[in-house]
């Protein structure tokens, strides 16, 4: 066995979970060890005014309907956090408005689509991370878009510490050897009524 290649291993599920909860998590303190443990709201959790809940099939006047919304306050350049049930409803009815977007692509790292409608330009980003075991079951995050205006969102931490690698933390008497990835971030919304979030989309 590899410690190191379990290491980066261990590296990419952290990233992995931490992007989960940026989409997700629950502002949270445990109290009750040596040391408190807490956790960040996710963008989810962070909007509340804009939120459209469509509970079926996805139409491009539902859609429009949404970013008239979501285009209300902020950026007229924004970005859509899509499942991918989202992202193939959109995909159906939206084939003469969407191009590749090279400029986000550089910026982002990953091949992104421009919507282009009459209240903004929004960047769909399919995003594998919400969906759920099963390819037929759309609660949560597997039946959600999440608009997000990326100047309206900041990263917190502490200094020097979005993720550390602690290493030979285990105890003493302890016959091997224990690291750990510790990030110490959150994310700050400013404005809450520049996002927007669709839910409960099953086709």
């Given amino acids: ?26 502002r949270f303190e445990d109290t009750t060890g040596t040391e408190p443990r807490r956790s960040t709201r996710g963008i ?14 996805l139409t491009e006047q539902v859609f429009d309907g949404y970013l008239r919304r979501f285009f209300r306050y902020g950026s007229k350049a924004k970005v859509l956090l899509n499942s991918p049930i989202v992202t193939q409803a959109i ?21 992104l689509s421009e919507y282009l409608s009459p209240f903004g330009s929004v960047v769909l980003a399919n995003h ?8 037929q079951d759309f609660d949560g995050l597997a039946g959600m878009a999440i608009g997000v205006d990326m100047s309206g969102v900041q990263l917190r931490h502490m200094k020097g510490r979005i993720t550390v690698r602690n290493e030979n933390i285990q105890a003493n008497d302890v016959d091997g050897r224990v690291d750990e990835y510790l990030s110490e971030a ?8 520049t996002h927007a979030l669709m839910t409960g989309v099953t086709g």
């Fill in 91 to 111: 995909s159906g009815f939206a084939k003469d408005k969407l191009r590749l977007s090279d400029v986000m692509q550089k910026k982002y790292g990953m091949a």
């Fill in 186 to 193: 959150g994310i700050q919304v400013p404005l809450e009524k």
């Fill in 128 to 135: 594998n991370l919400m969906t759920n075991d099963s390819l």
């Fill in 1 to 26: 066995m590899d410690f190191e290649d379990d290491a980066v291993d261990a590296l990419i599920k952290h990233k992995c979970d931490l992007e989960d909860m940026f989409l997700q998590g629950q």
């Fill in 44 to 57: 989810r959790y962070w909007i509340s005014t804009n939120v459209v809940a469509v509970s079926g099939d």
